[in-house]
């Protein structure tokens, strides 16, 4: 199946730092999602990116699709406690959804 | 509002007896999934259904998984016989597939505990 490298496995940060997660594939992806699940919560969709090179944002996420398409990452600008949870990129091939292993983010207040 | 609807929440049970899960989809959803997360291997794809019929199950266990959708509002999973090994956190979610964005609506899951 897919295979999808998501780094780092935890971050912890102090309240209003920054934070990034990458998500990484050998192969080039049609399009890549983004969910955040809560601590003893069910995944969340976030987001989708299809076109290369694309950059989406929401509020404080900045979400990145790399140019050849097998890469992106998602940036918290300012974290606050309310982004505390694991964030999983999923690469969508043939509509079937891999997900990374996850990054787990904890902030600090 | 519109959810994915998964019963159990928990279920206790011991090795060898028979689990059934359920999965109530959105109204609509063409695609369901049934995903296991464990601490170590994050969340796997199981199986996959499209319009009900099973589209890929390669992620399941054969001898004691089996997932069905006996109609458009429900999906079973079904694990017979029980292992310690299938204590997990077991996901339904639900999705239209095929018209652009596929974004997979997940159920509250059903926490499993095989002793």
């Known amino acids: 199946g897919q295979q999808v490298m998501q780094i780092p496995q935890y971050q912890h940060v102090q309240e209003g730092e920054d934070f990034t997660t990458y998500c990484n594939s050998s192969t080039t992806l049609s399009n890549i999602q983004w969910y955040k699940q809560r601590p003893g919560g069910h995944p969340v969709f976030l987001i989708q990116l299809v076109k290369s090179g694309e950059v989406k944002k929401q509020k404080r996420l900045t979400f990145q699709f790399g140019e050849a398409k097998k890469n992106s990452s998602l940036h918290i600008t300012a974290t606050q406690t309310t982004d505390v949870g694991t964030y999983f990129c999923a690469a969508n091939n043939f509509n079937k959804f891999y997900f990374g292993s996850g990054t787990k983010l904890n902030v600090k207040p | 509002d519109a959810r994915v609807t998964q019963t159990p929440r928990d279920k206790v049970t011991e090795m060898g007896q028979e689990v059934t899960m359920r999965c109530q989809p959105i109204?609509?959803?063409?695609?369901v999934f049934w995903y296991r997360q464990t601490m170590m291997q994050g969340l796997e794809l199981l199986a996959y259904?499209?319009?009900?019929?099973?589209?890929?199950d390669s992620g399941m266990p054969k001898d004691r998984f089996s997932a069905e959708m006996p109609d458009a509002t429900l999906a079973t999973l079904k694990i017979q016989p029980s292992e310690p090994r299938d204590s997990a956190v077991y996901f339904c979610?639900?999705?239209?597939?095929?018209?652009?964005?596929?974004?997979?609506?997940f159920g509250q899951g059903t926490r499993l505990t095989v002793v």
């Open positions: 259904f499209r319009n009900r019929a099973p589209l890929d």
């Open positions: 979610a639900s999705g239209i597939t095929g018209v652009g964005r596929t974004e997979a609506f």
């Open positions: 109204l609509g959803h063409n695609t």
